[in-house]
């Protein structure tokens, strides 16, 4: 989510480069998503000009009009967004194989299946876990 990016910090959690949104000042839609996303490590050489951007643009608005011009002049459908890409993301990784409910921990969706077992005992996936199935584009 773009307001969510907006507020992310980058840190290493089990030694992993990720965007963090567990500060509980960060604004976020609902608990589900307080959570880390491991950074793909094709984007590790550029974290530095990630930061400087997230930093650079305060407001969704200003971020998304940015994002939505780099995406026209690399060729991209008129239709591409910020926001598009998170469903191109979720998209991608479930036709890749990667679980459902691992896509969903990182993208911020409840967990699917059992509630009682997913939503109430299960306490979230290892960073390992996550940076595995991230890797998998």
Same mark, same amino acid.
């Given at each position: &989510?773009?307001?969510?990016?907006?507020?992310?910090?980058?840190? *290493?959690?089990? +030694?992993?480069?990720?965007?963090?949104?567990?500060?509980?000042?960060?604004?976020?839609? @609902?608990?589900?998503?307080?959570? $880390? =996303?491991?950074?793909?490590?094709?984007?590790?050489?550029?974290? %530095?000009?990630?930061? /400087?951007?997230?930093?650079?643009?305060?407001?969704? *608005?200003?971020?998304?009009?940015? $994002?939505?011009?780099?995406? &026209?002049?690399?060729?991209?459908?008129? $239709?591409?967004?910020?926001?598009?890409?998170?469903? /191109?993301?979720?998209? @991608?990784?479930?036709?890749?194989?990667? %679980? =459902?409910?691992?896509?969903?921990?990182?993208?911020?969706?409840?967990?699917? +299946? @059992?509630?009682?077992?997913?939503?109430?005992?299960?306490?979230?996936?290892?960073? &390992?876990?996550?940076?595995? /199935?991230?890797?998998?584009?």
């Amino acid at each position: &989510r773009p307001a969510e990016l907006l507020q992310a910090k980058i840190n *290493k959690v089990d +030694g992993i480069l990720c965007f963090d949104l567990t500060d509980v000042s960060i604004k976020v839609k @609902n608990s589900n998503s307080r959570r $880390t =996303v491991p950074i793909h490590s094709k984007l590790l050489p550029i974290v %530095d000009e990630i930061e /400087t951007v997230i930093n650079k643009y305060k407001t969704v *608005k200003v971020i998304s009009r940015n $994002t939505t011009k780099a995406l &026209r002049e690399l060729g991209l459908p008129s $239709t591409s967004t910020l926001y598009s890409l998170r469903h /191109t993301f979720i998209t @991608n990784m479930i036709k890749l194989g990667a %679980d =459902v409910n691992i896509v969903s921990s990182i993208v911020g969706h409840s967990l699917q +299946g @059992n509630k009682m077992t997913l939503g109430v005992y299960f306490k979230g996936y290892d960073m &390992r876990k996550l940076k595995e /199935t991230i890797e998998l584009l």
